[in-house]
């Protein structure tokens, strides 16, 4: 009798184990980000930058840094009619949060007009230098234009020898000493009729002095010597019908006495007008900076003869 073999044997019809699945380390995990963070980028080369091309966004909208290329959307337009503009529909984004307003060279954007400060020059002169002829007609039959116009020009030429032939003929205004030279030998007549020319020159140039100087106190600006000079061609140009007329007529005529009130007015308004335009200053601080000119004009020239 064969006989059987008792034991533990392999059965070939049974299903072989799976070994256990093992846990991958923790190493071998993507890392996660912390609590509240975006998940770290993928592996591999960084985003390039890309900066915005011109005109991708609307017109005047600002440009933004953008890493990953993403485009922002274009802010909203206020409704037509608000903002008033010409340029993009009929409204502009002028004066709006986010946008710039753009500016002239040399613009004031805080500026709301002219004012006027006393004291402020003009920028450049009101126009080219008159000639004598010109210049002489221009103080009689426009006053304010051309003392505005040679406010930055010197007058000296004119103004000399105006004044100085005014000193020869003011020594026939007044009646004593005309009759003082028509007295006197030739010799002795002519160092008077010179000495009393350049005397008024002399006059000319300080009273001019005084006036200007006052000027520049009451806060004026204007330059020293067209004050100066234009001051002479006034004391002489107004005093000059007075003078003609008293050297054929003498000084206690009447007709002479009238003309010497009426051209002295009209020194006061040539003097007001003269400071007011070449100093920049209204006419009350232009007439007090003339007032001790013509003071002294009434006492030395005129008062004898009114």
Same mark, same amino acid.
């Given at each position: ?6 034991? !533990? ?34 592996? =591999? ?14 017109? =005047? ?32 984004? $002028?004066?709006?949060?986010?946008? &710039? ?35 002489? !007609?221009?103080? %009689?039959?426009?006053?304010?234009? &051309?003392?505005?116009?040679? !406010?930055?020009?010197? %007058? ?18 007044? $009646? ?15 160092? *008077? ?8 020159? *002399? ?17 004026? $600006? ?5 004050? %100066? ?8 140009? &107004? ?14 005529? =009447?007709?002479?006495? %009238? ?35 013509? *003071?002294?004009?009434?006492?030395? *020239? ?5």
């Amino acid at each position: 009798m064969a006989g059987f073999r008792i034991g !533990r044997g392999r059965d070939n019809n049974r299903t072989p184990q799976q070994p256990p699945r093992q846990q991958p380390y923790a190493s071998q995990q993507p890392p996660q980000a912390p609590y509240g963070r975006q998940p770290y980028p993928p592996a =591999g080369p960084p985003p390039q930058q890309q900066w915005p091309q011109p005109g991708a966004g609307g017109h =005047g909208e600002p440009e933004y840094f953008d890493p990953y290329g993403q485009q922002h959307p274009q802010a909203p337009q206020p409704p037509y009619g608000q903002g008033g503009g010409a340029g993009h529909g009929g409204y502009s984004n $002028d004066n709006n949060p986010g946008y &710039t307003q753009v500016f002239a060279v040399g613009e004031d954007p805080y500026s709301q007009g002219a004012t006027y400060h006393a004291g402020a020059g003009a920028a450049a002169p009101a126009g080219p230098r008159l000639p004598w002829k010109e210049l002489l !007609r221009g103080i %009689v039959t426009r006053p304010g234009q &051309t003392f505005l116009q040679m !406010r930055d020009y010197a %007058v000296w030429g004119p103004a000399l020898t105006v004044t100085f032939l005014y000193g020869l003929l003011a020594v026939f205004g007044l $009646d004593d000493a005309r009759k003082d030279v028509i007295n006197a030998t030739l010799s002795k007549a002519v160092p *008077i009729v010179l000495s009393a020319g350049v005397a008024f020159l *002399i006059c000319g140039l300080l009273l001019g002095a005084v006036t200007h100087t006052l000027a520049r106190q009451l806060g004026g $600006d204007g330059a020293w010597q067209p004050t %100066v000079g234009l001051s002479m061609l006034v004391m002489s140009l &107004t005093d000059a019908p007075r003078l003609i007329f008293a050297v054929f007529l003498g000084g206690d005529n =009447g007709l002479v006495q %009238v003309l010497g009130w009426a051209t002295w007015v009209a020194a006061g308004f040539l003097f007001t007008s003269l400071v007011a335009k070449s100093h920049d200053l209204p006419w009350p601080k232009a007439l007090g900076a003339s007032a001790i000119q013509l *003071i002294a004009l009434l006492s030395i *020239i005129k008062l004898g003869t009114i």
